[in-house]
């Protein structure tokens, strides 16, 4: 079966997370991506976290699924018209050096149309064009500030960043969707352009809602679905919210059985306003339906706390999956705290290709997480990273080198 990205190539410039996210689903979608890294390094999450002695590091063979790496020194004379030759053959140049290492290699906006008109140049930076512009950027710091860990956590206690990785993997799938219409858009145009994906606007696109909150703040003083309603005090920005909602409906993260010993025995409970009357039944309080004080979302806004105690003296009955399956029977919204050790042995996980157990010739078998998108007519065949310059030879051969100068190039340091 055909793939939807079938011949188009990309040349992968990335490292570390953000870029290597975005590469790797353009591969599981078809792409032909050649991973160009540093001789006798390469991408530095090879050797980062490492769990078996001088083997690629799990950081390193789940990200860069499917891809093909060559070795190239691009500050070399020679390995920059190997570069030249890369970026005459491919479709998209993806990168996520620090600010201004690619034109310090040469290669500006400039250089590589000259080279490749049709040339679509995808970077990730930390900051758009602004007084940050310049800086280095992790996953943390853009958690910081795109407005997630200011928005994250509970009201009494520090910002917290999220497990997620919003910065990193949030940038990747924006910088990708930006590929893929960069692409449509050169169908009709004949041109490529550039597209930039800057972390601090991929965290605070996923904090939308958070904006939101600032506004209905400075125009009303409160919030009602926030834990600091009614008793706290709301200052001038979005509060931390705990682990409420965040929509309309309110929710929180309630004890099950177990939680004494089992960190993650808790349930995810949603009080939808619908399902009101058979949260009622189930938890034994078939008062509270007609209540005046409760039959009403808004007569319960103020109750939020103490209605969620009385409904936690029930999930600490069950265990999460125990409560899970008794209130789906009723249609009522809730979700098992999942660990990752529940994940990976998930099944059903397993069976839809989201869970992936992959054969690597010197690591042996690992789990990965495999493509989220799945198209019904171009399925992902999960295949394993590359090993460092595994494919150079192939790659060289493509662009029309002969054994000798492949030799020669070696022997100059340039591949
Ligand atoms: N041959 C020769 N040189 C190479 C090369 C190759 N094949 N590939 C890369 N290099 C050089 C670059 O030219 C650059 O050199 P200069 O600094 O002399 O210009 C250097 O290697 C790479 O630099 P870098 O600054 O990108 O790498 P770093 O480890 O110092 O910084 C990071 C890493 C992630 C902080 C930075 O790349 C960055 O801010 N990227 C943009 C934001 C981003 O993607 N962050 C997410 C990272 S995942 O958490």
Redesign the pocket.
Known sequence: MSKALDGVRILD?T?????PTCTQLLAWFGADVIK????GAGD?TREQLRDIPDVDSLYFTMLNHNKRSV?????NPE?KLVLEALIQKCDVLVE??????LD??GFTWERIQELNPRMIVAS???FGPGPYED?????NVAQCAGGAASTTGFDDGPPVVSGAQI??SGTGLHLALGIVTALYQRTLTGRGQKVLAA?QDGVLNLCRVKLRDQQRLERTGTMKEYPQYPNGTFGEAVPRAGNASGGGQPGWILKCKGWETDPNAYIYFITQAPVWAKICNVIGKEEWATDPNYATPAARLPHLKDIFAEIERWTMTKTKFEAMQILNKYDIPCGPILSMKEIAEEPSLRKTGTIVEVDHPTRGKYLTVGNPIKLSDSPTEVKRSPLLGEHTDEVMTELGYSPEQISALRTAGAI
Do not use: L, W
Request: net charge positive; with cysteine.
């Open positions: 410039f490292h570390v997370q953000s870029g160009v890294e540093r001789a530095i070795t190239i020194d691009t500050k390995g996520n050096f620090a600010p201004g290492a310090r290699m990730v930076k930390g800086c280095k950027v992790y996953e910065g990193d972390m």
